[in-house]
């Protein structure tokens, strides 16, 4: 247990020790151990984008065990999934990686302006499947998006009590909100906020880009003169708003890049602004194992994790 | 105990011990102790209007610990704020100051003309946090009213059979109220009035201007004199329609006041009017914390704290 | 136990022993005890119709105490009010007065055309308070008239299992009944049997008019020459449209008159027409007490109390 | 809050800010708070030994709001009753100080060799009641011990989890130990285990003689030449029992002594040998108020209360 | 993941990922790490036999957390205790070894020839407290059996239900058991059988003595002349006797030895036995730390720890 780790864990007094070994438990897997950085393998798109987009360019991840097994072998911090690709893998490989249910989802079948999420998963199915933490979607600026919290507060009360942690995927999105908007930086950090709010231990959002959205925030921004001219400035900032940096925030690779560069560059400027990790989904799963490991590990390198 | 808390206590007729003594708790805390004047230091804006456009001004807000340590510190009845910013700070700061727990928030990432804010945290965690009370927000006027009086009321219900006290925040919005009218004075008189029939302990309104919204009542306010020409009058005339004096009623202090002087006029008026005190939320913790402080004392000096 | 009381509490020979106590109570309270007619006094004006406009005319009606001194004081059978009123009253004055809690309440800061109620009590509530009937006003007409017969039958269940009596108070109001229909002799008579028809031991109705307001209706009562030119007349058939008289049918009296003699002619002909008695709220509590008392012993002398 | 009292939650660190916060409390009541040390008022003889062997010598104390005051007056830590003195007190002195409801109880009218208490009150009451504490007694060594544990197990894990803390009466007694054997520092140390084991977060023991009653304990206790020759040592190695000091430990005064002395003499041994208190009933409340007053304040000014 | 972990986790083909992982958790911690074979440090025996017994000899053993400290840096694979120890440990220690909740508990202080152990502890507990296994004793051949194999098959069956394992301490005792058939060869394999049959995932009996306590049994050891000659051939049975092999069970080391050799001794025999491991308690913790960490390992190394 480093002095990191535990440091990271002092940040979350009102817990109890169940949430805390299992947030120390994914801080204390794979090869950035102890370093407080976390690289999270995500793949929820089968349900939400759809098998073909999702694994045709690389059919062998159309089989579930498929990505829990590459999230073990490149040395992943937790593998995180909805139900179906769980109960599909989690026996045969029980107990090799920290688990993270996915308790809601969202399909593209039914594409809305103001998107609500489904629960498609309980509690009570992340502890028969032996998993760390839940994780929950929520949609802020979406007309559903009170729901949502409300939705996500039952189950995180619940999933608290039992000794799990809470995962909050926190994406701005609803008919208020300009495209561009989505990934703004007043809009991104105020996303991250609402998840820290809402008792979320972990924080996934957007890497933020430099446009204000909000008129009476970009006031604010702009008179105070909150640096957020770079990525890192951005990130830091994200980090800021989420309790000052006392919250696990993590940032998502979004779609699958054209060149790794971008992603590397992304990952440098995550970890100079203080965030704590990526959680890497497409970038990693489309495209052939063995590459794909070489490739998670050139980020977690990035992350510090050569240095184990 | 003096027999000023003792008083306000015998309001309370129908509530068990236990509410009964968080609410001498709350009135036996900080500078004004004893006095039945409360000066609550409430910390949502977080959540309600976005990180930056809360602590970019003063960054250390950012950080759940330094709200909390302001009301302490500078003599608070209690503090207030959602699930996040309390589960980040009162397992180390346990027992130092009567904790509100916020059951309920909404954010501007979508801004309906007839808000409805979201369940955000429950009785149970008001209870594992150590808290004295809960939190929570009305919008008469909204057109989802009713669905939030029957949640308080659920949740008021359960509160008072643990013994723990109602905080309401009675806000009058929605589509059929001009943005004059949501400060009215026969509006905000109504407001107070239906906190206190949904068992609020304590109604928190904001400050009433002289306008009347609503035709039929501006007959009747015309007809039978009722005095609202001064601030002091309109207070006066709140705290009546709360049950002739016998809730407590507090009083917003609102965004950031260019002049402290002006909120020290309204704090006199509140105290001459009869008022119970004020929740002071931007107009303390966007400054810094020695200023802050000094600010607050002020303000507690006008409602008699300085004579303890 | 009068033969009367004996003979009404007949009627109600699916209800448990409780429920039968609970009315005879209500009937053997007051000046007309024991006579089987009733005066009841409600208020539910400050949260209906908002503080000023229902207590700035007489302001001790600000007082929540005020009201239930008045029932008592008078000799009225019972006092009705929304949950803060009896919260805030209850205790000091247990055991005075039957008391009845009103489960839902509506406010005119929202008015809607199709209108529905907020539930603002429960069940537990009213045990919790020492209450001998819950109170449920519905809305036939409006839109949103089968939410409230739904809520009602679930509270109506609930408080007869616990042996506690239901009233109703059945308003028509809705977007297809025109402001004449509202009090239609065809529309309320509808409404006094749809409250019977869903298990209300006492029916509270406005005093029909002439008016025939539904085509259908219309014709049947032309044809079988329903007797519907006096108000006894009317009064009459809405008490036989309540299970041929075998349900406690009061009347309310409305606005605040300018005469008492229009409430004492009311009187006389519910008295009349065989009507159970009166509701009257603000012609009571509009005046001062002494007055009051003075007017409504009137109104009881009316429906016989003089004779015991 | 004080940095003793700061370390001494320290210890309590599974649980949740509610325990904490009552915890902190007690510790921060009357005049020893801050110190970390203890004096609490427990009135429960007139269930455990009957009312004129409890009270006639001080007929005050026939009231059960007389023991709250005496508590209150004297600047003691907390309160703790059984059920009906809490339901007595509690409502017309709320939030006057701690209160620990026992939440179980012993007659003298059936005398068993192997005593079980009467669960007499629950969790729930302790909240409606205002209180920060349960309290339950053990007997270990009574062959009904297993019911006691058990019993007490259901309700601390209930009582931790709504934020209240728990303190546990160990009183050896049964047929397989002696009279001495009760106070045995080998049983009393036991004793002081078994209690801390099952979740106490205060543990309440009677004073250690030197006698030592099991013949296996005996062998180790002179074979590792544990310092038991004082009282104080004895107090220090009940202490070193409890989680090597790591639990709040505090004494019974037992029946009332003939010399005030005696009581002052034991106080300093339990304060020399690193003990948290006293719990002081019969040789307070078994004389008149003034008395008990200064008996009491002489007893905390030797715990330190003095020097505040 | 090695090749035996995953063999041994096969065995347990009905349970559901949760306990799956949770036992390869177990497998996957400290020296042993991997190879199938387990040594646990197990404290529960300041509730079993009293603090002084247990502790005196090596004082650092009054402090919780120096036993959890104990089994991390001695590389055990797993660290059971009761409620209270791990209370005071598991928060400042969280996600540092796996934890065992010892559901039972049994004091010296009432001694009977048919024991019975109280529950002392709760599976809601050891989600709470971040544990992997939940631990009960039973005692087959108390009169009290059946009530403690009733209990265990509710906590049981609730634990696998919630994703922990089982392990269950099969101690024979009492009144028609003789001093040395506590340890017979005969009774050990029934008992292992028995918890194996009550749905234990780990096993843990005593080494067996070569006598034969049962007359039906002692038959037909000797007809079908199992071979029991020596210790290995002893351990080898009771394997056989809990499903073949195809469930883990460990052995206790007993009483503090004299010499290490000789528990060394066991061990190699446990191991040429095939037997799992060993759970070494007082063997361990009544040294200083240092001597203790060499003593644990050397019987690691027996169990092939030391070729990794």
């Not at 900032?237 to 992603?263: C, L, P, T």
């Not at 989904?281 to 240095?307: C, H, W």
Request: hydrophobic share 40%.
């Amino acid at each position: 247990m480093t002095d990191r780790v535990r440091e990271i864990l002092s940040w979350y007094g009102s817990d109890n020790p169940g949430t805390k070994a299992n947030l120390a438990r994914m801080m204390n897997t794979g090869r950035l151990a102890g370093t407080g950085k976390m690289v999270i393998l995500p793949v929820d798109q089968g349900f939400e984008h759809g098998p073909a987009r999702s694994f045709a360019v690389n059919p062998d991840g159309y089989d579930p065990r498929y990505h829990l097994r590459l999230a073990v072998e490149s040395g992943c911090n937790a593998y995180a999934a909805p139900l179906g690709f769980l109960e599909a893998a989690a026996g045969e490989h029980a107990g090799e990686i920290p688990l993270i249910l996915k308790l809601n989802n969202h399909d593209v079948l039914f594409d809305e302006k103001d998107p609500l999420s489904a629960q498609t998963a309980s509690v009570e199915d992340a502890l028969r499947l032996g998993c760390s933490a839940i994780g929950y979607t929520i949609y802020p600026g979406s007309s559903a998006s009170s729901m949502m919290y409300t939705e996500l507060r039952e189950l995180a009360e619940e999933a608290r009590s039992v000794g799990l942690a809470v995962v909050v995927w926190s994406y701005p999105r609803g008919s208020q909100i300009s495209k561009e908007g989505e990934t703004a930086i007043d809009v991104v950090a105020y996303a991250a906020q609402i998840a820290a709010q809402l008792g979320a231990h972990i924080i996934k959002v957007k890497l933020p880009g430099a446009h204000l959205e909000q008129a009476e925030a970009k006031k604010v921004y702009e008179t105070t003169a909150v640096p957020i001219g770079t990525l890192a400035e951005r990130v830091r900032h994200v980090v800021q708003s989420s309790f000052d940096g006392r919250r696990i925030v993590i940032f998502s690779g979004g779609a699958k890049k054209d060149k790794d560069e971008d992603v590397f560059e992304e990952a440098r400027a995550i970890r100079d602004g203080g965030g704590f990790g990526s959680i890497i989904g497409r970038n990693s799963f489309q495209r052939p194992k063995g590459e794909a490991i070489r490739f998670l590990n050139s980020v977690m390198d990035i992350y510090g994790g050569s240095t184990r």
